[in-house]
Nanobody, 124 residues
Framework: QVQLVESGGGLVQAGDSLRLSCTAS????????MAWFRQAPGKERESVAAISRSSGSISYGKSMKGRFTISRDNAKNTVYLQMNSLRPEDTAVYYC?????????????????WGQGTQVTVSS
C-alpha cells in the first residue's frame, strides 16, 4: 500500500502563486509515475500534470503547461506542483495520484493510489 498526503493549498488572489506538495509513504518503490489532477464543483476531473520517477518524463494536461510546473524529489518521495499566475478558474480540489506501472500517463484510471485532495481557491 501507498499513502499520499497533499499539502499547500489555500485561498489566494488572482495572479498569486502556490506550490502544492504530495508526499508518498509505504511501498513507494512499487510506484513510478505520480500525477496531479483537479476537480472543480460541478465539473469533470481534469488532468494537470504527471511525472515519472524512473525516467523523469513529464506530461502536462491541456492548457496546463506554461503556468504549472511539476517536479519531484525522489529522495523525499515528494512531488510538487508549482502554480503561477493563478486564475479564478483554477479553483478546484487538487489530487495527487501514484501509478504502479511504468510510464507517464494523464489517464486517471491508470492510477491506483490517491490522496485526499487539497483545496485551492483563487479569488478575483
Amino acid at each position: 500500500q501507498v499513502q499520499l498526503v497533499e499539502s499547500g493549498g489555500g485561498l489566494v488572489q488572482a495572479g498569486d502563486s502556490l506550490r502544492l506538495s504530495c508526499t508518498a509513504s509505504g511501498r513507494t518503490s512499487s510506484t513510478d509515475a505520480m500525477a496531479w489532477f483537479r476537480q472543480a464543483p460541478g465539473k469533470e476531473r481534469e488532468s494537470v500534470a504527471a511525472i515519472s520517477r524512473s525516467s523523469g518524463s513529464i506530461s502536462y494536461g491541456k492548457s496546463m503547461k506554461g503556468r504549472f510546473t511539476i517536479s519531484r524529489d525522489n529522495a523525499k518521495n515528494t512531488v510538487y506542483l508549482q502554480m503561477n499566475s493563478l486564475r479564478p478558474e483554477d479553483t478546484a480540489v487538487y489530487y495527487c495520484a501514484a501509478r504502479l506501472s511504468m510510464g507517464v500517463s494523464l489517464n486517471p484510471q491508470l492510477y491506483t493510489y490517491w490522496g485526499q485532495g487539497t483545496q485551492v481557491t483563487v479569488s478575483s
